[in-house]
């Protein structure tokens, strides 16, 4: 069986299909574009959440295996509740979710995340989350991310996290992605682009009658090297 991808893993295949229509030739780094986050620190923050939120029971998925974390998420999607930690799959993608609530083929998701603003990168993140739901045969009717409230001193009853909606600018991210996130799923090779299939412009060599030595602006390094290996024109 295929290794599964992770949504890091997307994510970066993503930032490589940029870069080949683009035809730079620097891969901006996962790291960079997405930082890991810590697993104890996000288990806190959602912990923190979670006792905050007051969202009442909530199943968790616990198993240690990928296999036994899909079979409870299946298990855990007939109830109407919240499920922590949810692990789902399609294609070659595989996603975990903070916060999944299951209604039939719907769901509703929370991401909790220790940030103050969000940016454009953790849409495309959620996005895959959200396309790989829907080619698993989910429909998510909203995304919301748990965000740092800013307003938080610790001394007042304000809740250190607050919800922010971003279920259009999601569902907007994950139709334009559709065809990259269909091909990196099917392990199929970049398409082919307007860019990536011009040919590169030939080099413009001096012509044969021009002397090595009144080329312009060409240090004189480069012209000794060049006189050294027998060119005199």
């Known amino acids: 069986m295929p290794q599964l991808l992770t949504r890091k893993d997307a994510l970066s295949a993503l930032a490589q299909l940029d870069t080949h229509r683009a035809k730079k030739t620097a891969v901006t780094s996962v790291d960079k574009a997405f930082p890991q986050r810590s697993f104890d620190s996000q288990k806190r923050a959602v912990d923190t959440f979670v006792a905050e939120a007051r969202l009442g029971a909530i199943d968790r998925v616990t198993s240690e295996s990928w296999d036994g974390r899909r079979r409870e998420t299946k298990e855990y999607s007939n109830s109407t509740g919240w499920v922590r930690d949810a692990c789902i799959e399609a294609h070659l993608l595989r996603v975990r979710c903070d916060l999944i609530q299951f209604d039939g083929s719907d769901c509703n998701i929370i991401e909790v995340r220790p940030i103050a603003r969000v940016r454009s990168r953790h849409i495309s993140a959620a996005a895959v989350t959200t396309w790989t739901l829907n080619q698993a045969g989910y429909k998510v009717n909203s995304y919301r991310f748990a965000i740092i409230n800013t307003e938080?001193?610790?001394?007042?009853?304000?809740?250190?996290?607050?919800?922010?909606?971003?279920?259009?600018?999601?569902?907007?991210?994950?139709?334009?992605?559709?065809?990259?996130?269909?091909?990196?799923?099917?392990?199929?090779?970049?398409?082919?682009?307007?860019?990536?299939?011009?040919?590169?412009?030939?080099?413009?060599?001096?012509?044969?009658?021009?002397?090595?030595?009144?080329?312009?602006?060409?240090?004189?390094?480069?012209?000794?090297?060049?006189?050294q290996n027998g060119y005199t024109q």
């Open 152 to 227: 938080w001193n610790g001394l007042d009853q304000e809740p250190r996290f607050i919800l922010s909606d971003v279920s259009m600018a999601v569902t907007t991210r994950s139709n334009e992605l559709d065809d990259d996130l269909t091909r990196i799923a099917q392990g199929l090779p970049p398409p082919m682009t307007e860019s990536s299939s011009t040919p590169e412009k030939p080099v413009q060599h001096p012509s044969p009658e021009t002397d090595i030595g009144t080329l312009y602006r060409v240090k004189k390094r480069i012209v000794n090297q060049l006189l």
